[in-house]
Nanobody, 122 residues
Framework: QVQPVESGGGLVQAGGSLRLSCTSS????????MGWFRQAPGKEREFVAA??????TVYYADSVKGRFTISRDYANVHLQMNSLKPEDTAVYYC?????????????????WGQGTQVTVSS
């Protein structure tokens, strides 16, 4: 089975960029629908971005459209985050799903990473 492991989080000033990566410590993500979620202190985990295999449709939360880009290759899933805002501060999670429906729901994802902290200072 797959086991997502995130990396790339850190502290950045508002307007800056970070690139998160997710790899599997188990079998590769081939055939899995992949998503990124985030959870800020005191808030519920929320959908950020998702996509199927290479060349398939990508999905974004309205709050990150035009600033974040999800990409993937055989072994990794990436989240390029540009023009970061303080409200983007959260723990970011990578998740894998056998089915792509519904893409924005945490319940649709079968495997989760431990998360990586992203902090954006004003």
């Amino acid at each position: 089975q797959v086991q997502p492991v995130e990396s790339g989080g850190g502290l950045v000033q508002a307007g800056g960029s970070l690139r998160l990566s997710c790899t599997s410590s188990g079998q590769p993500f081939v055939g899995y629908f992949m998503g990124w979620f985030r959870q800020a202190p005191g808030k519920e985990r929320e959908f950020v971005a998702a996509r199927g295999w290479i060349g398939s449709t990508v999905y974004y939360a309205d709050s990150v459209k035009g600033r974040f880009t999800i990409s993937r290759d055989y072994a990794n899933v990436h989240l390029q985050m540009n023009s970061l805002k303080p409200e983007d501060t959260a723990v970011y999670y990578c998740a894998a799903a056998r089915s792509s429906s519904p893409v924005t729901a945490t319940a649709a994802y079968d495997y989760w990473g431990q998360g990586t902290q992203v902090t954006v200072s004003s």
